[in-house]
Every structure is written in structure tokens, then in C-alpha cells.
T-cell receptor
């Protein structure tokens, strides 16, 4: 079965510094997609970045980048130049398995990030 | 802010009652998924609807049921509510059920409290 593991329940970072949020995954399917979502206290899940299993380069979206290490089955999110508005819950998610036509998202337990001024 | 809207935003129900949650998909999105997020946990997949038919279901009992309408809006119904059903219920819409990298757009959720 597919599984996402986020081992950091909470993280602190100083404003303007970079922070890495860890995510490891487990799957036997060669084709999968990895997502990061941000969830502020309002509840809405906000899409940040996507990495496909066959993508050769690490994904980047503005201040967000994904450190994808396929052999280690890790997909860590790097946020550069942290801002106070980055304080939120962050979820790593995987889409699959491929034989499941729903392509449901499987989420980790999340990491709460607090940016200090 | 996405175009996915959910109603109501908050709801309090008594154990044993039934509840209906609603979701209006983003324009042009034909696929809707529902997730349950218990406090302090990640969302868990309940089921997905594609063109008005159920297209995959998670590990939830039959008292969790759904509908999708011709305009692609959707309902989640929960019968015989239990205390453990207290959670944030999230609706997500997308343009495709077959593309691995299709982004799912989430609504703000309905927070259900069962007392």
C-alpha cells in the first residue's frame, strides 16, 4: 500500500531564512505524483508544487522547491526566504495507485510551520 | 482563493442524526473528491465522483454516501452520525480523473461536530 510519512510535527524558522520540510513515501508503483499543499487556519488546502516520478529535474515554483531523491523515496519541500504568511500546516501527498481509477490523494500527517519575526 | 465552495462552513449535529454537506465545483471541473480530516491528521479519501458516478472509494462505511449532479456540484451524506465523524470535510474538484499530475482544487471545508 502507498504511504506518506512526515516525521516533523512542528518546525520553527526565522523570517527570511530557508526551511526544509521532510517527506518520505512508499510505493511499488513506478508511476506516481507527489504534491505539497499548504493549509492555513481557514482550512483550505492550497496547492504549492508537484513532482512526477519520471521528472528529471526537481520542481520549483517561486519560493518553493522540491528536493526529489527517488532512490531514497524522499520529496522534501524547501521554502526560501520565509515570510510570516508561510505559517501554516504543510501536507505532502501522493497520487495513486495507478490501477485505482480515482487517482486519489494520499496525505501525510502534516508539519506545522511557524515563522518567527 | 479557488472556485470551490462548500456549505455550510460549520455544523453541529447529534449522534444518530443524518447530515448533508454540499460542494460547488470550480467551473469546468467534472471530477469531485471528498476527504475527511480529523483533528491533527491529514485528509483521508472518502470517495470520488466523475460525471455523476462513483469512481473510487476509500475505507469508509456505506453510511457515507454521495451524489454528483449534472452541473458537477456534489453532496456528501452521512447517516447515523457517530462521535468519531467529527472532522473537517474537504471537497476537491479537478478537470481529469486520469492524469497523474492534475491539480486538485480544494474548498475551505465544512467543520462537522457530532455531540
Amino acid at each position: 500500500a502507498q504511504k506518506i510519512t512526515q516525521t516533523q510535527p512542528g518546525m520553527f524558522v526565522q523570517e527570511k531564512e530557508a526551511v526544509t520540510l521532510d517527506c518520505t513515501y512508499d510505493t511499488s508503483d513506478p508511476s506516481y505524483g507527489l504534491f505539497w499543499y499548504k493549509q492555513p487556519s481557514s482550512g483550505e488546502m492550497i496547492f504549492l508544487i508537484y513532482q512526477g516520478s519520471y521528472d528529471q529535474q526537481n520542481a520549483t515554483e517561486g519560493r518553493y522547491s522540491l528536493n526529489f531523491q527517488k532512490a531514497r523515496k524522499s520529496a522534501n519541500l524547501v521554502i526560501s526566504a520565509s515570510q510570516l504568511g508561510d505559517s501554516a500546516m504543510y501536507f505532502c501527498a501522493m497520487r495513486g495507485p495507478r490501477e485505482d481509477s480515482s487517482y486519489k490523494l494520499i496525505f501525510g500527517s502534516g508539519t506545522r510551520l511557524l515563522v518567527r519575526p | 482563493e479557488t472556485g470551490v465552495t462548500q456549505s455550510p462552513t460549520h455544523l453541529i449535529k447529534t449522534r444518530g442524526q443524518q447530515v448533508t454537506l454540499r460542494c460547488s465545483s470550480q467551473s469546468g471541473h467534472n471530477t469531485v473528491s471528498w476527504y475527511q480530516q480529523a483533528l491533527g491528521q491529514g485528509p483521508q479519501f472518502i470517495f470520488q465522483y466523475y460525471r455523476e458516478e462513483e469512481n473510487g472509494r476509500g475505507n469508509f462505511p456505506p453510511r457515507f454516501s454521495g451524489l454528483q449532479f449534472p452541473n458537477y456540484s456534489s453532496e456528501l451524506n452521512v447517516n447515523a452520525l457517530e462521535l468519531d465523524d467529527s472532522a473537517l470535510y474537504l471537497c476537491a474538484s479537478s478537470t481529469s480523473r486520469t492524469d497523474m499530475n492534475t491539480e486538485a482544487f480544494f474548498g475551505q471545508g465544512t467543520r462537522l461536530t457530532v455531540v
